[in-house]
Nanobody, 127 residues
Framework: QVQLVESGGGLVQTGGSLRLSCVAS????????MAWFRQAPGKEREFVAA????????KYKDSVKGRFTISRDNAKNTVYLQMNSLKPEDTSAYYC????????????????????WGQGTQVTVSS
C-alpha cells in the first residue's frame, strides 16, 4: 500500500516562506514522477509543480514560477516544495501526488494522471 504523508504547512505572512515535505512509503519511490497540487475551499484542485523520477525535469504552474521550487531526495523517499514570496492567493490545502508509471519524463498537469495522493497540509498566507 502506497502512502504519501505531507508536512510543513502553516500560517505565514505575505512575503514569507514555507517548505513542504512529502514522505513516500510502501513501494520504490525513486522511479516515479511526483507532484504537488493545491485546492482552496470551493475551488477545483489545481496543479502546482511536478518533478520527474530522477529530478532532471520539472514543471510549474505559471503563477508560482520563480517563487516555488520542487525537489526530491530519493535516498529519503521525500519530495519537497520550497515556497518563497508567498501571497494570500497561495492559501490552500497542498497535496502530494505520485504516478505509478516508472521511469517516465512526462509530467502532466492533470490530477487524473496521478494514482496516489496524500491527505494534504494546509498553507495559509495572511495579508
Amino acid at each position: 500500500q502506497v502512502q504519501l504523508v505531507e508536512s510543513g504547512g502553516g500560517l505565514v505572512q505575505t512575503g514569507g516562506s514555507l517548505r513542504l515535505s512529502c514522505v513516500a512509503s510502501g513501494r520504490t519511490f525513486n522511479s516515479h514522477p511526483m507532484a504537488w497540487f493545491r485546492q482552496a475551499p470551493g475551488k477545483e484542485r489545481e496543479f502546482v509543480a511536478a518533478i520527474s523520477w530522477s529530478g532532471a525535469v520539472t514543471k510549474y504552474k505559471d503563477s508560482v514560477k520563480g517563487r516555488f521550487t520542487i525537489s526530491r531526495d530519493n535516498a529519503k523517499n521525500t519530495v519537497y516544495l520550497q515556497m518563497n514570496s508567498l501571497k494570500p492567493e497561495d492559501t490552500s490545502a497542498y497535496y502530494c501526488a505520485s504516478r505509478s508509471e516508472q521511469y517516465t519524463i512526462r509530467l502532466l498537469t492533470s490530477s487524473e494522471w496521478y494514482d496516489y495522493w496524500g491527505q494534504g497540509t494546509q498553507v495559509t498566507v495572511s495579508s
